[in-house]
Structures are given as C-alpha cells and as structure tokens.
C-alpha cells in the first residue's frame, strides 16, 4: 500500500487559485532493473491518478515509466466550494490507493 501527502499553498477562497503538491510514496519499478540474483524486477508503476474536489475531477495525470519512485506533481487550482479533495491512484498490480484531504474554502471576498 502506498502512502500519500497533499498540500494546498495559497489562501482557499472562492475564485481563488492555489497550488495543490501531491507526492505518492511508491517505488514505481521499471522493469528494467535486476535485483540481487539478476533476475528482473517486474514493472509496477502507478498509472493513473486522480484529484477531485467533492465530485469533479481537477486534475489527472497517467504517469509513465520515465517518472521516478515516489512521483511528485504540482497543479493549479481555481478553488471552488467544496469540502475534501479525493486522491485515487492505481498501479500495474491493481493495488489502489486513497487519500481523502478535507478542505476549508472561505467565501468569495
């Protein structure tokens, strides 16, 4: 099971944009590396990831094997109402992950 952190920068008010960070703990294994006996490592990256604010989609990424272990991504976002972003990700083994963030968005101003 892989562990995650988001981070929102930036005052959380409506109509406002602020920066999301998102890092994903996982080895994000190519496949082309060989442990110890010289036997391949399998491939398992993450390879889809989603945010959504309530239940609209605010970002998506479909990473690649050209990503590094524990990929780090940063997006802009033009805050809307809503109460938790929702973190979903799965990799090559099917093993899903889930990161629900609550969130506080202050009025317009």
């Not at 960070?21 to 491939?43: F, K, P, V």
């Not at 990424?61 to 809307?80: H, K």
């Not at 889930?98 to 202050?106: A, K, N, R, S, W």
Request: glycine share 6%; with cysteine.
């Amino acid at each position: 099971m892989s562990a995650a952190r988001l981070q929102v920068l930036g005052e959380l008010r409506v109509g406002r944009v602020v920066r999301v960070r998102l890092l994903i703990q996982h080895a994000m294994d190519t496949g082309y590396l060989q442990n110890m006996s010289g036997q391949n490592i399998a491939r398992n990256i993450i390879k889809k990831i989603t945010c959504q604010a309530d239940q609209f989609e605010i970002f998506r990424v479909d990473p690649s094997s050209g990503i590094a272990a524990n990929p780090y991504f940063e997006f802009s976002w033009l805050a809307f109402p809503a109460k938790t972003i929702k973190t979903l990700w799965v990799d090559d083994l099917g093993i899903e992950g889930e990161l629900i963030t609550p969130i506080e968005i202050l009025p317009k101003s």
